[in-house]
Protein backbone atom coordinates (compact mmCIF):
# COMPACT_ATOMS: atom_id res chain seq x y z
CA UNK A 1 0.00 0.00 0.00
CA UNK A 2 1.29 3.57 -0.94
CA UNK A 3 2.10 6.26 1.90
CA UNK A 4 -0.72 7.89 0.57
CA UNK A 5 -3.46 5.43 0.47
CA UNK A 6 -2.15 4.32 3.83
CA UNK A 7 -2.88 7.59 5.24
CA UNK A 8 -5.95 8.12 4.09
CA UNK A 9 -7.61 5.16 5.42
CA UNK A 10 -6.15 6.00 8.80
CA UNK A 11 -8.08 9.34 8.53
CA UNK A 12 -10.63 7.42 6.80
CA UNK A 13 -10.59 5.25 10.45
CA UNK A 14 -10.39 8.35 12.60
CA UNK A 15 -13.64 9.56 11.06
CA UNK A 16 -15.25 6.62 12.16
CA UNK A 17 -14.55 6.91 16.12
CA UNK A 18 -15.73 10.09 15.79
CA UNK A 19 -18.64 9.42 13.85
CA UNK A 20 -19.50 6.67 16.81
CA UNK A 21 -18.43 9.26 19.62
CA UNK A 22 -20.74 11.54 17.66
CA UNK A 23 -23.54 9.04 17.23
CA UNK A 24 -22.80 8.16 21.24
CA UNK A 25 -23.44 12.34 22.01
CA UNK A 26 -26.25 12.02 20.22
CA UNK A 27 -27.75 9.02 21.64
CA UNK A 28 -27.29 11.04 25.33
CA UNK A 29 -28.12 14.34 24.78
CA UNK A 30 -31.36 12.77 23.86
CA UNK A 31 -31.72 11.50 26.84
CA UNK A 32 -32.63 7.77 25.57
CA UNK A 33 -30.13 6.77 28.31
CA UNK A 34 -30.34 7.47 31.47
CA UNK A 35 -26.84 9.52 32.47
CA UNK A 36 -26.47 7.14 35.49
CA UNK A 37 -25.35 4.19 33.08
CA UNK A 38 -24.21 5.79 30.26
CA UNK A 39 -23.17 9.97 30.09
CA UNK A 40 -22.41 11.44 26.73
CA UNK A 41 -18.97 12.25 26.18
CA UNK A 42 -19.53 15.87 26.20
CA UNK A 43 -20.25 15.38 30.41
CA UNK A 44 -17.09 12.65 30.58
CA UNK A 45 -14.95 15.84 29.14
CA UNK A 46 -16.34 18.34 31.48
CA UNK A 47 -15.24 15.71 34.11
CA UNK A 48 -12.02 15.52 32.98
CA UNK A 49 -11.31 18.91 32.85
CA UNK A 50 -12.74 19.49 36.37
CA UNK A 51 -10.76 16.93 37.94
CA UNK A 52 -7.73 18.33 36.52
CA UNK A 53 -8.92 21.88 37.56
CA UNK A 54 -8.87 20.54 40.58
CA UNK A 55 -5.73 18.41 40.53
CA UNK A 56 -7.04 15.74 42.78
CA UNK A 57 -7.49 13.84 39.10
CA UNK A 58 -3.78 14.10 37.51
CA UNK A 59 -2.55 13.18 41.22
CA UNK A 60 -4.21 10.22 40.99
CA UNK A 61 -3.32 9.59 37.40
CA UNK A 62 0.30 10.03 38.86
CA UNK A 63 -0.59 7.98 41.74
CA UNK A 64 -1.26 5.06 39.47
CA UNK A 65 1.39 5.62 37.07
CA UNK A 66 3.70 5.86 39.60
CA UNK A 67 2.81 2.45 40.77
CA UNK A 68 2.63 0.90 37.47
CA UNK A 69 6.04 1.67 36.52
CA UNK A 70 7.73 1.07 40.19
CA UNK A 71 6.03 -2.75 40.32
CA UNK A 72 6.77 -3.10 36.73
CA UNK A 73 10.59 -2.11 37.24
CA UNK A 74 10.91 -4.52 40.34
CA UNK A 75 9.60 -7.48 38.40
CA UNK A 76 11.36 -6.54 35.22
CA UNK A 77 14.53 -6.31 37.20
CA UNK A 78 14.20 -9.79 39.08
CA UNK A 79 12.51 -11.60 36.74
CA UNK A 80 15.54 -10.75 33.95
CA UNK A 81 18.15 -11.63 36.92
CA UNK A 82 16.43 -14.73 37.88
CA UNK A 83 15.66 -15.76 34.54
CA UNK A 84 19.39 -15.47 32.95
CA UNK A 85 20.70 -17.97 35.89
CA UNK A 86 17.77 -20.51 35.05
CA UNK A 87 18.11 -20.59 31.46
CA UNK A 88 21.75 -20.30 31.60
CA UNK A 89 22.05 -23.32 33.80
CA UNK A 90 20.54 -26.54 32.68
CA UNK A 91 20.52 -28.22 36.02
CA UNK A 92 18.69 -25.20 37.44
CA UNK A 93 16.48 -25.99 34.40
CA UNK A 94 15.59 -29.04 35.08
CA UNK A 95 15.34 -28.37 38.62
CA UNK A 96 13.44 -25.56 39.40
CA UNK A 97 11.92 -25.26 35.85
CA UNK A 98 8.74 -27.26 36.72
CA UNK A 99 8.03 -25.83 39.99
CA UNK A 100 7.50 -22.39 38.12
CA UNK A 101 5.38 -24.42 35.46
CA UNK A 102 3.17 -25.04 38.23
CA UNK A 103 2.89 -21.93 39.59
CA UNK A 104 2.47 -20.04 36.46
CA UNK A 105 -1.57 -20.81 35.40
CA UNK A 106 -2.19 -19.74 38.94
CA UNK A 107 -4.68 -16.37 38.65
CA UNK A 108 -1.70 -12.82 39.85
CA UNK A 109 -4.92 -11.05 41.70
CA UNK A 110 -5.56 -15.17 43.41
CA UNK A 111 -2.23 -13.68 45.70
CA UNK A 112 -4.04 -10.66 46.26
CA UNK A 113 -5.62 -12.01 49.79
CA UNK A 114 -2.22 -13.25 50.67
CA UNK A 115 -0.52 -9.76 50.28
CA UNK A 116 -3.23 -8.05 52.41
CA UNK A 117 -2.65 -10.29 54.96
CA UNK A 118 0.90 -10.09 54.89
CA UNK A 119 1.19 -6.28 54.19
CA UNK A 120 -2.62 -5.03 55.44
CA UNK A 121 -4.28 -2.60 52.75
CA UNK A 122 -0.98 -0.13 51.99
CA UNK A 123 0.62 0.55 49.72
CA UNK A 124 3.29 -1.96 49.52
CA UNK A 125 0.32 -4.47 49.06
CA UNK A 126 -0.16 -2.98 45.65
CA UNK A 127 3.72 -2.96 44.61
CA UNK A 128 4.06 -6.32 46.12
CA UNK A 129 0.72 -7.27 44.02
CA UNK A 130 2.38 -6.00 40.93
CA UNK A 131 5.67 -7.40 41.29
CA UNK A 132 4.18 -10.42 41.46
CA UNK A 133 2.03 -10.80 39.22
CA UNK A 134 4.61 -9.18 36.18
CA UNK A 135 7.41 -11.65 37.73
CA UNK A 136 5.61 -14.47 35.74
CA UNK A 137 5.86 -13.10 32.02
CA UNK A 138 9.60 -11.60 32.36
CA UNK A 139 10.80 -14.79 34.31
CA UNK A 140 9.48 -16.82 31.62
CA UNK A 141 9.92 -14.96 28.58
CA UNK A 142 13.69 -14.88 29.54
CA UNK A 143 14.23 -18.45 30.29
CA UNK A 144 12.93 -19.35 27.19
CA UNK A 145 15.35 -16.69 25.57
CA UNK A 146 18.46 -17.82 27.34
CA UNK A 147 17.61 -21.24 26.73
CA UNK A 148 17.17 -20.63 23.09
CA UNK A 149 20.39 -19.36 21.84
CA UNK A 150 21.54 -20.84 19.29
CA UNK A 151 24.31 -23.88 20.03
CA UNK A 152 26.90 -22.30 17.22
CA UNK A 153 26.96 -19.29 19.46
CA UNK A 154 27.80 -21.28 22.21
CA UNK A 155 30.37 -23.10 20.19
CA UNK A 156 32.02 -19.48 19.66
CA UNK A 157 32.17 -18.21 23.14
CA UNK A 158 33.96 -21.63 24.04
CA UNK A 159 36.60 -21.28 21.14
CA UNK A 160 37.06 -17.86 22.61
CA UNK A 161 37.27 -18.87 25.97
CA UNK A 162 34.91 -16.77 27.42
CA UNK A 163 33.95 -17.00 31.20
CA UNK A 164 30.62 -17.63 32.25
CA UNK A 165 29.99 -14.04 33.25
CA UNK A 166 31.12 -12.84 29.90
CA UNK A 167 29.11 -15.15 28.00
CA UNK A 168 26.03 -14.20 29.88
CA UNK A 169 26.59 -10.70 29.22
CA UNK A 170 28.45 -10.89 25.52
CA UNK A 171 26.47 -13.56 23.93
CA UNK A 172 23.05 -14.64 25.81
CA UNK A 173 21.54 -11.48 26.54
CA UNK A 174 21.54 -9.89 23.13
CA UNK A 175 20.35 -12.62 21.09
CA UNK A 176 17.60 -13.13 24.47
CA UNK A 177 17.04 -9.62 24.33
CA UNK A 178 14.00 -10.15 21.44
CA UNK A 179 12.20 -12.30 24.00
CA UNK A 180 12.96 -10.39 27.02
CA UNK A 181 11.16 -7.15 25.49
CA UNK A 182 8.14 -8.92 24.50
CA UNK A 183 7.72 -10.61 28.37
CA UNK A 184 8.47 -6.85 29.22
CA UNK A 185 5.21 -5.57 27.29
CA UNK A 186 3.36 -8.55 28.60
CA UNK A 187 4.47 -8.06 31.45
CA UNK A 188 3.33 -4.23 31.75
CA UNK A 189 -0.05 -5.21 30.64
CA UNK A 190 -0.48 -7.00 34.02
CA UNK A 191 1.18 -4.59 35.96
CA UNK A 192 -1.36 -1.58 34.65
CA UNK A 193 -3.89 -4.35 35.35
CA UNK A 194 -2.74 -5.18 38.79
CA UNK A 195 -2.66 -1.98 39.80
CA UNK A 196 -6.23 -1.05 39.03
CA UNK A 197 -6.94 -4.48 41.28
CA UNK A 198 -5.01 -3.50 44.25
CA UNK A 199 -5.65 0.06 44.40
CA UNK A 200 -9.39 -1.16 44.04
CA UNK A 201 -8.83 -3.69 47.07
CA UNK A 202 -6.95 -1.00 49.17
CA UNK A 203 -8.50 2.26 48.01
CA UNK A 204 -5.14 3.91 48.70
CA UNK A 205 -5.86 6.55 45.99
CA UNK A 206 -5.00 6.29 42.23
CA UNK A 207 -7.62 6.00 39.86
CA UNK A 208 -8.37 1.95 40.58
CA UNK A 209 -9.63 3.68 43.99
CA UNK A 210 -11.74 6.94 41.86
CA UNK A 211 -13.79 4.69 39.74
CA UNK A 212 -14.80 2.43 42.06
CA UNK A 213 -16.00 5.09 44.77
CA UNK A 214 -17.60 7.04 41.66
CA UNK A 215 -19.59 3.59 40.87
CA UNK A 216 -20.50 3.61 44.35
CA UNK A 217 -21.94 6.82 44.89
CA UNK A 218 -23.32 7.19 41.17
CA UNK A 219 -21.37 10.28 39.76
CA UNK A 220 -21.07 8.10 36.21
CA UNK A 221 -18.98 11.11 34.32
CA UNK A 222 -16.36 10.57 36.81
CA UNK A 223 -16.10 6.80 36.60
CA UNK A 224 -15.76 7.28 32.65
CA UNK A 225 -13.35 9.94 33.08
CA UNK A 226 -10.94 7.83 34.90
CA UNK A 227 -11.76 4.38 32.72
CA UNK A 228 -10.89 6.53 29.69
CA UNK A 229 -7.36 7.64 31.11
CA UNK A 230 -6.48 4.06 32.56
CA UNK A 231 -7.30 3.31 28.46
CA UNK A 232 -4.99 5.94 27.80
CA UNK A 233 -1.84 5.13 30.53
CA UNK A 234 -2.14 1.24 28.68
CA UNK A 235 -2.35 3.14 25.06
CA UNK A 236 0.17 5.52 25.63
CA UNK A 237 2.62 3.07 27.68
CA UNK A 238 2.37 0.36 25.46
CA UNK A 239 2.93 2.47 22.54
CA UNK A 240 5.84 3.50 24.13
CA UNK A 241 7.71 0.54 24.65
CA UNK A 242 7.16 -0.58 20.95
CA UNK A 243 8.83 2.28 19.98
CA UNK A 244 11.63 1.37 22.51
CA UNK A 245 11.56 -1.96 21.02
CA UNK A 246 11.81 -1.69 17.59
CA UNK A 247 14.90 0.84 18.28
CA UNK A 248 16.36 -1.95 20.39
CA UNK A 249 15.98 -4.32 17.64
CA UNK A 250 17.11 -1.96 14.97
CA UNK A 251 20.02 -4.44 14.35
CA UNK A 252 17.60 -7.51 13.91
CA UNK A 253 17.16 -9.04 10.10
CA UNK A 254 13.13 -8.89 9.55
CA UNK B 1 13.43 -39.63 35.88
CA UNK B 2 13.45 -35.60 34.92
CA UNK B 3 9.57 -34.96 36.31
CA UNK B 4 10.37 -36.36 39.40
CA UNK B 5 13.84 -34.05 39.91
CA UNK B 6 11.11 -31.41 39.13
CA UNK B 7 9.36 -32.31 41.75
CA UNK B 8 12.24 -32.73 44.48
CA UNK B 9 12.53 -28.99 44.75
CA UNK B 10 8.50 -28.13 45.69
CA UNK B 11 8.26 -31.39 48.28
CA UNK B 12 11.74 -29.93 49.67
CA UNK B 13 10.40 -26.81 50.37
CA UNK B 14 6.88 -28.23 51.75
CA UNK B 15 8.92 -30.63 53.90
CA UNK B 16 11.37 -27.77 55.33
CA UNK B 17 8.11 -25.20 55.96
CA UNK B 18 6.34 -28.10 57.83
CA UNK B 19 9.19 -29.03 60.05
CA UNK B 20 10.28 -25.51 60.39
CA UNK B 21 6.41 -24.72 61.59
CA UNK B 22 6.43 -28.00 63.74
CA UNK B 23 9.89 -27.43 65.67
CA UNK B 24 9.20 -23.79 65.83
CA UNK B 25 5.77 -23.70 66.79
CA UNK B 26 4.75 -20.78 64.85
CA UNK B 27 1.14 -19.37 65.78
CA UNK B 28 0.45 -17.04 62.78
CA UNK B 29 -2.53 -15.29 60.78
CA UNK B 30 -0.45 -15.32 58.09
CA UNK B 31 1.23 -18.65 57.31
CA UNK B 32 0.22 -22.10 58.26
CA UNK B 33 1.27 -25.57 58.11
CA UNK B 34 1.24 -27.48 55.43
CA UNK B 35 -0.30 -30.34 57.02
CA UNK B 36 -3.01 -28.00 58.34
CA UNK B 37 -3.38 -26.82 54.94
CA UNK B 38 -4.22 -30.14 52.96
CA UNK B 39 -6.89 -30.52 56.06
CA UNK B 40 -8.36 -27.53 55.08
CA UNK B 41 -8.40 -28.55 51.48
CA UNK B 42 -9.72 -31.83 52.08
CA UNK B 43 -12.58 -30.71 54.38
CA UNK B 44 -13.52 -27.70 51.57
CA UNK B 45 -14.12 -30.56 49.37
CA UNK B 46 -15.79 -32.97 51.87
CA UNK B 47 -18.14 -30.60 53.12
CA UNK B 48 -18.99 -29.08 49.20
CA UNK B 49 -18.32 -25.56 49.85
CA UNK B 50 -14.91 -25.08 47.92
CA UNK B 51 -16.73 -26.92 44.90
CA UNK B 52 -19.80 -24.94 44.89
CA UNK B 53 -17.60 -22.17 45.03
CA UNK B 54 -15.29 -23.52 41.86
CA UNK B 55 -18.95 -24.39 39.77
CA UNK B 56 -20.15 -20.62 40.71
CA UNK B 57 -16.46 -19.50 39.34
CA UNK B 58 -16.56 -21.51 36.27
CA UNK B 59 -20.33 -20.98 35.18
CA UNK B 60 -19.44 -17.13 35.24
CA UNK B 61 -16.10 -17.61 33.35
CA UNK B 62 -17.96 -20.02 31.05
CA UNK B 63 -20.90 -17.52 30.43
CA UNK B 64 -18.34 -14.70 29.91
CA UNK B 65 -15.85 -16.92 27.17
CA UNK B 66 -19.48 -18.25 25.15
CA UNK B 67 -20.79 -14.38 24.50
CA UNK B 68 -16.69 -12.88 24.51
CA UNK B 69 -15.46 -15.48 22.14
CA UNK B 70 -19.18 -15.66 19.86
CA UNK B 71 -19.13 -11.67 19.59
CA UNK B 72 -15.20 -11.68 18.78
CA UNK B 73 -15.44 -14.38 16.32
CA UNK B 74 -18.30 -12.65 14.36
CA UNK B 75 -16.11 -9.26 14.80
CA UNK B 76 -13.22 -11.54 13.50
CA UNK B 77 -14.90 -12.73 10.84
CA UNK B 78 -16.22 -9.59 9.02
CA UNK B 79 -12.82 -7.75 9.89
CA UNK B 80 -11.23 -10.68 8.09
CA UNK B 81 -13.21 -11.41 5.12
CA UNK B 82 -13.95 -7.52 4.50
CA UNK B 83 -10.42 -5.57 4.45
CA UNK B 84 -12.05 -1.98 4.07
CA UNK B 85 -13.84 -2.53 6.95
CA UNK B 86 -11.20 -3.41 9.20
CA UNK B 87 -8.98 -0.71 8.42
CA UNK B 88 -11.79 1.60 8.93
CA UNK B 89 -12.26 -0.04 12.44
CA UNK B 90 -9.12 0.21 13.47
CA UNK B 91 -8.69 3.30 15.38
CA UNK B 92 -11.43 2.60 16.81
CA UNK B 93 -10.46 -1.06 18.32
CA UNK B 94 -6.98 -0.13 18.86
CA UNK B 95 -8.66 2.81 21.34
CA UNK B 96 -10.73 0.36 23.08
CA UNK B 97 -8.38 -2.48 23.07
CA UNK B 98 -5.93 -1.63 25.86
CA UNK B 99 -8.66 -0.54 28.78
CA UNK B 100 -7.83 -2.76 31.20
CA UNK B 101 -10.82 -5.58 31.73
CA UNK B 102 -10.40 -4.57 35.51
CA UNK B 103 -11.52 -0.77 34.71
CA UNK B 104 -14.82 -2.17 33.47
CA UNK B 105 -15.64 -3.63 36.69
CA UNK B 106 -17.34 -0.29 38.15
CA UNK B 107 -19.35 0.61 34.67
CA UNK B 108 -20.51 -3.46 35.46
CA UNK B 109 -20.97 -2.86 38.74
CA UNK B 110 -22.76 0.47 38.35
CA UNK B 111 -25.15 -1.50 35.08
CA UNK B 112 -26.12 -4.73 36.60
CA UNK B 113 -25.12 -4.42 40.96
CA UNK B 114 -23.33 -7.69 42.05
CA UNK B 115 -23.69 -11.36 40.95
CA UNK B 116 -23.55 -13.09 37.72
CA UNK B 117 -23.90 -11.06 34.94
CA UNK B 118 -21.47 -8.11 36.02
CA UNK B 119 -18.97 -10.92 36.39
CA UNK B 120 -20.15 -12.40 32.99
CA UNK B 121 -20.04 -9.08 31.34
CA UNK B 122 -16.62 -8.37 32.67
CA UNK B 123 -15.28 -11.45 31.20
CA UNK B 124 -16.82 -10.91 28.03
CA UNK B 125 -15.16 -7.99 27.34
CA UNK B 126 -11.56 -9.41 28.02
CA UNK B 127 -12.22 -12.17 26.04
CA UNK B 128 -13.84 -10.27 22.71
CA UNK B 129 -10.71 -8.45 21.78
CA UNK B 130 -8.30 -11.39 21.64
CA UNK B 131 -10.65 -13.76 19.89
CA UNK B 132 -11.19 -10.92 17.44
CA UNK B 133 -8.03 -10.15 16.50
CA UNK B 134 -6.76 -13.78 16.64
CA UNK B 135 -10.11 -14.95 14.39
CA UNK B 136 -9.04 -12.14 11.67
CA UNK B 137 -5.49 -13.07 11.86
CA UNK B 138 -6.39 -16.78 11.32
CA UNK B 139 -8.67 -16.05 8.38
CA UNK B 140 -5.44 -13.94 7.06
CA UNK B 141 -3.77 -16.75 7.06
CA UNK B 142 -5.80 -19.32 4.96
CA UNK B 143 -4.12 -20.57 2.07
CA UNK B 144 -5.03 -18.37 -0.86
CA UNK B 145 -5.61 -21.15 -3.37
CA UNK B 146 -8.87 -22.38 -1.49
CA UNK B 147 -10.42 -19.13 -1.88
CA UNK B 148 -9.18 -19.08 -5.49
CA UNK B 149 -11.10 -22.92 -4.84
CA UNK B 150 -14.11 -20.92 -3.64
CA UNK B 151 -14.30 -18.18 -6.76
CA UNK B 152 -13.68 -20.45 -9.21
CA UNK B 153 -16.85 -22.74 -7.81
CA UNK B 154 -18.89 -19.72 -7.78
CA UNK B 155 -19.88 -19.96 -4.28
CA UNK B 156 -21.89 -17.64 -2.85
CA UNK B 157 -20.34 -15.56 0.67
CA UNK B 158 -22.73 -17.93 2.78
CA UNK B 159 -21.55 -20.90 1.17
CA UNK B 160 -17.81 -19.66 1.18
CA UNK B 161 -18.04 -18.93 4.81
CA UNK B 162 -19.48 -22.14 5.79
CA UNK B 163 -17.16 -24.52 3.22
CA UNK B 164 -13.94 -22.93 3.47
CA UNK B 165 -13.48 -20.05 5.82
CA UNK B 166 -14.20 -21.83 8.85
CA UNK B 167 -12.96 -25.33 8.64
CA UNK B 168 -9.96 -23.68 7.34
CA UNK B 169 -9.44 -21.34 10.21
CA UNK B 170 -11.51 -23.48 12.68
CA UNK B 171 -8.02 -24.78 14.18
CA UNK B 172 -6.43 -20.95 14.96
CA UNK B 173 -8.96 -20.30 16.93
CA UNK B 174 -9.94 -23.19 18.70
CA UNK B 175 -6.03 -21.94 19.73
CA UNK B 176 -7.33 -18.50 20.18
CA UNK B 177 -10.44 -20.22 22.30
CA UNK B 178 -7.90 -21.79 24.52
CA UNK B 179 -6.00 -18.77 25.33
CA UNK B 180 -9.31 -16.94 26.01
CA UNK B 181 -10.13 -19.80 28.61
CA UNK B 182 -7.45 -18.93 31.01
CA UNK B 183 -8.23 -15.27 30.36
CA UNK B 184 -11.81 -16.16 31.25
CA UNK B 185 -10.88 -18.06 34.50
CA UNK B 186 -8.45 -15.26 35.50
CA UNK B 187 -10.65 -12.28 34.90
CA UNK B 188 -13.09 -14.37 36.91
CA UNK B 189 -11.20 -14.56 39.82
CA UNK B 190 -9.94 -10.78 39.64
CA UNK B 191 -13.42 -10.43 39.83
CA UNK B 192 -14.36 -11.81 43.08
CA UNK B 193 -11.32 -10.79 44.78
CA UNK B 194 -12.52 -7.39 44.18
CA UNK B 195 -15.19 -6.96 43.94
CA UNK B 196 -18.08 -9.45 43.88
CA UNK B 197 -19.59 -11.20 46.34
CA UNK B 198 -19.13 -15.03 44.88
CA UNK B 199 -17.12 -18.22 43.84
CA UNK B 200 -13.53 -18.55 44.56
CA UNK B 201 -12.31 -15.40 44.67
CA UNK B 202 -14.41 -14.30 47.42
CA UNK B 203 -13.86 -17.68 49.53
CA UNK B 204 -10.14 -16.56 49.17
CA UNK B 205 -10.97 -13.64 50.67
CA UNK B 206 -13.05 -14.19 53.28
CA UNK B 207 -10.64 -16.56 54.46
CA UNK B 208 -7.99 -14.14 54.51
CA UNK B 209 -10.47 -11.38 56.38
CA UNK B 210 -11.13 -13.96 58.92
CA UNK B 211 -7.63 -14.95 59.65
CA UNK B 212 -8.14 -18.27 58.17
CA UNK B 213 -4.66 -18.76 56.58
CA UNK B 214 -4.69 -22.72 56.15
CA UNK B 215 -8.46 -22.41 54.21
CA UNK B 216 -6.79 -19.28 52.38
CA UNK B 217 -3.66 -21.37 50.93
CA UNK B 218 -6.28 -24.37 50.61
CA UNK B 219 -8.16 -22.13 48.02
CA UNK B 220 -5.34 -20.46 46.63
CA UNK B 221 -3.76 -24.18 45.80
CA UNK B 222 -7.40 -25.30 44.33
CA UNK B 223 -7.44 -21.87 42.32
CA UNK B 224 -4.06 -23.50 40.56
CA UNK B 225 -4.93 -26.69 40.68
CA UNK B 226 -8.04 -25.76 37.95
CA UNK B 227 -6.01 -23.30 35.97
CA UNK B 228 -4.01 -26.14 35.26
CA UNK B 229 -6.36 -28.86 34.51
CA UNK B 230 -8.35 -26.73 32.10
CA UNK B 231 -5.36 -25.87 30.42
CA UNK B 232 -4.31 -29.71 30.44
CA UNK B 233 -7.68 -30.97 29.01
CA UNK B 234 -8.01 -28.14 26.34
CA UNK B 235 -4.53 -29.13 25.66
CA UNK B 236 -5.70 -32.56 25.01
CA UNK B 237 -8.98 -32.01 23.15
CA UNK B 238 -7.04 -29.75 20.50
CA UNK B 239 -4.48 -32.58 20.04
CA UNK B 240 -7.19 -35.02 19.53
CA UNK B 241 -9.34 -33.05 17.14
CA UNK B 242 -6.81 -31.83 15.12
CA UNK B 243 -4.35 -34.47 14.94
CA UNK B 244 -5.41 -34.86 11.64
CA UNK B 245 -4.39 -31.39 10.25
CA UNK B 246 -0.97 -30.40 9.05
CA UNK B 247 0.84 -27.80 10.65
CA UNK B 248 -0.73 -24.65 8.85
Known amino acids: MTADKRAASVAASVAVLLLIIAGWQAVASKGLISPVFLPGPDRIYAAIVKGVERGDLVAQTGETIRRMILGWALASVMGVAIGAVIGVSEAARVWVAPMLEFVRPLPASAIAPVAVVIFGLTDRMVLFLIAFGALWPMLLTTIHGFSNVHPRLREVSRTLALGELAYVFKIALPAATPDILGGLRLGLTVALILTVVGEMITVQGGLGARILLGARSFRSADLFAGVALLGAIGLVSNGLLGLAESRALRWKPR | ?248
Open chain 2, 1 to 248: MTRLRGLALPLALVLMWQIGAATFGVQSDTLSKPSDIAFALVAGLGDGSLLGASVRTLAAAGGGLLIGAALGVLFGLAFGLLPPLSRLMRVTVETLRPIPAVAILPIALLAFGFGYRMEIAIVAFACFFPMMILTEHAIGQIAPRLMEVARVLRLTVAQRVAKIVVPASFPRIFVAMRLAAGIALIVAVTVEVTANPMGLGYRLMTAAQSLRPADMFATLIWVGFIGWALNRALLAVEARLFAHAPEA
